[in-house]
Nanobody, 117 residues
Framework: QVDLVESGGGSVEAGGSLTLSCAAS?????MAWFRQAPGKEREKVAS???????LYIDSLRGRFIVSGDGASNTLYLQMNDLKPEDSGMYYC??????????????WGQGTQVTVSS
């Protein structure tokens, strides 16, 4: 397990942009972003690792970009053209296992994203 610290959340108007960062305290094989809106289930947004970067939600393609810096064990999520439905708590997760297994044993505290119309 590693410690994860997210940053970069905030409040923006629709159409605005935010970039989330997640710094891990050590090496991880796979890192991912999840989000949870009030009253809704947590959903997987993106993963980065094993030479892959994947967005899991169709409505995010063309707007969100997931990237990582292996040297600093940091994961990013660049969010453009934000919509009110993108609002929620965004969580970073990490795993020492293959990304396709989606077995995350480290979680950050979350960073809030609020998009107003």
């Amino acid at each position: 397990q590693v410690d994860l610290v997210e940053s970069g959340g905030g409040s923006v108007e629709a159409g605005g942009s935010l970039t989330l960062s997640c710094a891990a305290s050590g090496y991880t094989r796979c890192m991912a972003w999840f989000r949870q809106a009030p009253g809704k289930e947590r959903e997987k947004v993106a993963s980065f690792g094993d030479g892959t970067r994947i967005l899991y939600i169709d409505s995010l393609r063309g707007r969100f970009i997931v990237s990582g810096d292996g040297a600093s064990n940091t994961l990013y999520l660049q969010m453009n053209d934000l919509k009110p439905e993108d609002s929620g708590m965004y969580y970073c997760a990490a795993s020492g296992r293959y990304c396709y297994l989606s077995l995350f044993n480290s979680w950050g505290q979350g960073t809030q994203v609020t998009v107003s119309s």
